[in-house]
């Protein structure tokens, strides 16, 4: 089942720059937002942490792995000093939630 909604142009704008590629959905530009506005817990942190140390001994390349919320990477991003959020929009690198991840620093741009 499909409905139509109405929005203001100012939203649509909004929705039309969170889009990663022109056929890209406004269905999945919202549901894409919805779970960047989803923050990390500190218990989900503790859960995530085994899994992440899993990866990193099977990685050929040592990693070493962060956990920070949408928030707190954008306080990284802000911050003068340099910090690992600051390299992490350098490198572009990624291991988990990246199209989050785009849709932030398009929308930070």
Same mark, same amino acid.
């Given at each position: 089942?499909?409905?139509?909604?109405?929005?203001?142009?100012?939203? %649509?704008?909004?929705? &039309?720059?969170?889009?990663? +590629?022109? &056929?890209?959905?406004?269905?999945?530009?919202? %549901?894409?937002? %919805?779970?960047?506005?989803?923050?990390?817990?500190?218990?989900?942190?503790?859960?995530?942490?085994?899994?992440?140390?899993?990866? &990193?001994?099977?990685?050929?390349?040592?990693?070493?792995?962060?956990?920070?919320?949408?928030?707190?990477?954008?306080?990284?991003?802000?911050?003068?000093?340099?910090?690992?959020?600051?390299?992490?929009?350098?490198?572009?690198?990624? +291991? +988990?939630?990246?199209?989050?991840?785009?849709?932030?620093?398009?929308?930070? &741009?």
């Amino acid at each position: 089942m499909t409905t139509t909604i109405q929005i203001s142009e100012e939203l %649509l704008d909004k929705l &039309k720059m969170r889009k990663l +590629y022109n &056929k890209e959905s406004y269905e999945e530009v919202i %549901l894409d937002a %919805l779970e960047d506005s989803q923050e990390l817990s500190e218990q989900t942190k503790k859960e995530i942490t085994p899994f992440l140390e899993t990866i &990193k001994r099977r990685e050929v390349i040592p990693i070493d792995y962060h956990i920070f919320t949408r928030n707190e990477f954008l306080e990284m991003l802000q911050a003068d000093s340099e910090n690992v959020g600051k390299q992490i929009f350098k490198s572009n690198i990624v +291991y +988990y939630g990246y199209i989050p991840y785009c849709n932030l620093v398009k929308a930070k &741009k």
